[in-house]
């Protein structure tokens, strides 16, 4: 099974960018859907980006689109989303997920979740 491990969260002022990571063990993320969720203080938690399995369908939340991209790199093993254009909303903790067609809310493997917090 694989294991995920999130980086690159932190506090940035609106209209400014972060790049978080997802860092695989174990098996290969070609292996999987992957994809990101947020959680926000007393929210459920929400989907924000993914990867279908095989990597060729992507698809965003729409409060992101325009302003956040995912990305793999294949050779590192790692899952990234870039954000852009960070709003005060967006703060939230940021979740990596995989499973093994389409990831959702109730998929198999999580990592520890990284917080990103925009200030106004």
């Known amino acids: 099974q694989v294991q995920l491990v999130e980086s690159g969260g932190g506090l940035v002022q609106a209209g400014g960018s972060l790049r978080l990571s997802c860092a695989a063990s174990?098996?290969?993320?070609?292996?999987?859907?992957m994809g990101w969720f947020r959680q926000a203080p007393r929210k459920e938690r929400e989907f924000v980006a993914s990867?279908?399995?095989?990597?060729?369908?992507?698809a965003y939340a729409d409060s992101v689109k325009g302003r956040f991209t995912i990305s793999r790199d294949n050779a590192k093993n790692t899952v990234y989303l870039q954000m852009n254009s960070l709003k005060p909303e967006d703060t939230a903790v940021y979740y990596c997920?995989?499973?093994?067609?389409?990831?959702?809310?109730?998929?198999?493997?999580w990592g520890q979740g990284t917080q990103v917090t925009v200030s106004s």
């Open positions: 997920a995989a499973d093994a067609v389409a990831v959702t809310s109730q998929s198999n493997y």
């Open positions: 174990g098996r290969s993320i070609s292996d999987y859907a």
């Open positions: 990867f279908s399995w095989g990597g060729r369908n992507v």
